[in-house]
């Protein structure tokens, strides 16, 4: 049976049962991944950049655990004398949260990047550069706290390695795209 069915079909379990929320949160991974470029006043590592997301969460009735899902956008970029690059990506995520009654909240799950792609526009002279990385699966671990009812924060440490797509080159290539990052998100 397909994994996709499967996942769908044991969500709808929870729904006549659960306490549902959109969700929406923006952050920032200040930390993580190989360099790919360095200047004189910044680099631009693979895993770090601004993000943000929208999903849903689930929190069955009388349980501690809730589920969420998230589809987001994450950026970064560098300026240097006489060029730029950048790197973009559609993080998706699947977590499962174990939620206290301190508003505390651990999460662990799986996260998948859709469409990596590195960008660096040389000074002149020299030669413009675009690398597409393949999707990559990784996964999470998150701490959050319930500011009240609606708005939390989150500190997240994602595990995740870029490839290089085998039309691009001769050698595999593999990339630590792991990061550090924290958020702040709402329920509505």
Request: hydrophobic share 45%; aromatic share 12%; net charge negative.
């Amino acid at each position: 049976m397909n994994l996709k069915v499967l996942i769908i079909a044991g969500a709808m379990l929870f729904i006549p049962t659960a306490n549902a929320a959109f969700i929406a949160s923006v952050g920032f991974a200040p930390f993580g991944g190989d360099n790919l470029v360095q200047t004189t006043e910044e680099d631009l590592e693979a895993g770090t950049g601004l993000y943000g997301d929208l999903g849903f969460l689930l929190r069955p009735a009388s349980s501690a655990i809730s589920y969420q899902a998230t589809i987001g956008l994450k950026a970064n970029a560098v300026d240097f004398d006489g060029g730029d690059a950048d790197i973009v990506s559609l993080p998706m995520n699947m977590m499962i949260f174990y939620n206290n009654a301190s508003n505390l909240r651990f999460g662990i799950g799986a996260t998948y990047e859709l469409g990596p792609e590195f960008t660096f526009n040389a000074p002149p002279g020299f030669s413009d550069r675009s690398v597409e990385f393949d999707d990559a699966l990784g996964f999470a671990i998150e701490v959050g706290y319930f500011l009240n009812e609606k708005a939390f924060l989150g500190a997240r440490y994602t595990a995740l390695d870029y490839e290089v797509s085998p039309n691009q080159s001769t050698a595999e290539t593999v990339i630590d795209a792991n990061n550090l990052g924290i958020h702040i998100g709402i329920m509505f």
